[in-house]
């Protein structure tokens, strides 16, 4: 059973930085994709930020810049760096891995002065 457990968000000034990690567990594939998905109060669920097997990234147009994802693959472990944070960065975002989607529990991030 593949368990996602994510960490790191909290409340955060505008302009301000946040690292979220997420750890998998019970994989039994080597060959997987690990991203951040966010989804604000009335909207719908998007990509942040995935980061394929090969090691390829790819970003949600509103983030393109400002955060960074990474992946400790010895650890089962992505990672989300969030830097100039924006109040439209309000969400609780989540950790997924593929194939199939799973996904964690999620992690609120607050941006508000």
């Known amino acids: 059973q593949v368990r996602l457990v994510e960490s790191g968000g909290g409340l955060v000034q505008p302009g301000g930085s946040l690292r979220l990690s997420c750890a998998a567990s019970?994989?039994?594939?080597?060959?997987?994709?690990m991203g951040w998905y966010r989804q604000a109060p009335g909207k719908q669920r998007e990509l942040v930020a995935i980061i394929y097997s090969s090691g390829v990234t790819n970003y949600g147009a509103s983030v393109k810049g400002r955060f960074t994802i990474s992946r400790d693959s010895a650890k089962s472990t992505v990672y989300l760096q969030m830097n100039s944070l924006k109040p439209e960065d309000t969400a609780v975002y989540y950790c997924?891995?593929?194939?199939?989607?799973?996904w964690g529990q999620g992690t609120q991030v607050t941006v508000s002065s």
């Open positions: 019970g994989i039994t594939s080597s060959i997987y994709d």
């Open positions: 997924n891995l593929r194939p199939p989607h799973y």
